[in-house]
């Protein structure tokens, strides 16, 4: 009942590997490293350091550990490079995904879990955005998802393989014990911005548009705490395994913080007064996005445990703070 995670000395893969451990599972971990980190891995999870297009080698972790579940985070993730380089994301977001369902059927998995993302969405026309809105994917990020998760529902149909896609809106925080946490390089999401301008990382940071139809002016997200998140992976295998059918759900807690409340969030929670500079809106984003987790809750029966952004932001900002004192990225 080996359970194998690509990706995972990424962000979310890491915390994933822990709640697969915390639950006493020992997962089998393969990263190419391009923008993970073997330190964020649980001790004694094995490393494989390998490409997931490398065919013959995924096969061969496949076999050595009788792999039955695949939980897929390897990928590209900055939608605004995807605008700029679309066949970097259509190959390691869609062609690999491909080859790695090739090497799945091929060698008896049995279950498959996909990182997907609000961003196949685009624009909603209302909020909060269930998994029936409409599916317009405004950059190639979301659109090389998309298409992954719809190889995925395909090929579940035509063979013995059961296949949930999880549609993550923001995903934010680190463990609350400080075993793992963000530490992607020159990230851009709100919440890690926030935290390194409070750590004295950045010099300030700046609130992208302040004219949006909101209370306060400023763009509203779904902010999910990522071991929640990581615990609807766990929760979304037990459920395969006793025998539910495909799925693709959202995972948010269907409500929303503005850019301004995050930011005194972040501020209370480190301290810190650091300096926020009011700037234009940045092109592509939207005033609100929330989502529907109805059918995730009642599905994979999760009860979310963090949902507060006070100990989000606490979370990430402990974390930004262990990384600053050890000098990491
Ligand atoms: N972070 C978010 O807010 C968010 C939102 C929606 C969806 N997602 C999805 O969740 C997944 C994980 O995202 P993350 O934030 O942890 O990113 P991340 O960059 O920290 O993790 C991705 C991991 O995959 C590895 N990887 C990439 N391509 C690979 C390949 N070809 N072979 C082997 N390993 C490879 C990287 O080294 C890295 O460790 C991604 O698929 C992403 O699209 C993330
Ligand atoms: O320095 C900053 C960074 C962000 N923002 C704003 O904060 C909000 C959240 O931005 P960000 O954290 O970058 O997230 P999103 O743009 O909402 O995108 C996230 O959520 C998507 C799913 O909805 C994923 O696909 C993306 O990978 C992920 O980055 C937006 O209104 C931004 O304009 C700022 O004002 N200043």
Redesign the pocket.
């Known amino acids: 009942m080996t359970v194998l995670i690509t990706g995972g000395a990424g962000y979310i893969g890491s915390h994933a590997a822990l709640a697969f451990l915390d639950a006493g599972e020992t997962p089998v971990v393969v990263d190419n490293l391009s923008t993970g980190f073997d330190w964020l891995l649980p001790e004694g999870v094995p490393l494989y350091q390998q490409d997931i297009a490398d065919r013959e080698e995924m096969e061969t972790v496949l076999r050595r550990h009788d792999i039955e579940t695949i939980v897929h985070f390897a990928g590209s ?3 605004p490079e995807s605008i700029e380089n679309p066949l970097k994301y259509y190959r390691n977001n869609t062609v690999n995904s491909l080859g790695l369902m090739e090497a799945a059927v091929a060698c008896g998995v049995r279950h498959f879990v996909f990182s997907s ?3 196949v969405y685009g624009l909603p026309d209302s909020v909060p955005v269930p998994e029936s809105a409409p599916l317009r994917p405004q950059a190639p ?2 659109a090389s998802k998309l298409m992954t998760e719809q190889m995925l529902m395909d090929v579940a149909k035509a063979h013995d393989l059961t296949v949930t896609a999880l549609r ?5 925080g680190a463990d609350p014990r400080g075993r793992s946490g963000q530490a992607t390089r020159e990230a ?7 935290c390194e301008a409070a750590t004295g990382k950045r010099p300030s ?5 302040q004219d949006y139809d909101t209370p306060d002016g ?4 779904d902010y999910i705490h990522v071991t929640d998140l990581a615990l609807a992976h766990r929760l979304a295998v037990e459920r395969m395994r006793s025998g539910g059918g495909n799925l693709i759900a959202n995972c948010g807690y269907g409500r929303g913080f503005s ?1 301004l409340e ?1 930011v005194r969030a972040v501020k209370a929670a480190s301290r810190s007064d650091f300096t926020v500079e009011m ?1 234009a ?2 092109p592509g ?1 939207c005033p609100e ?1 929330v989502a529907d987790s109805r059918l995730a809750r009642a599905e994979l029966n999760w009860q979310p445990e963090l949902d507060d952004i006070n100990q989000i932001v606490a979370d990430a900002y402990r974390w930004e703070e262990a990384l600053a004192k050890r000098n990491r990225v």
């Open positions: 993730i900055i939608l993302t609000a961003a990020y979301g993550y809106f923001n995903v934010a851009t999401n709100l919440i890690k911005v926030a940071m700046t609130v992208f548009g400023t763009a509203i997200r850019v995050v700037g809106r940045r984003d996005v």
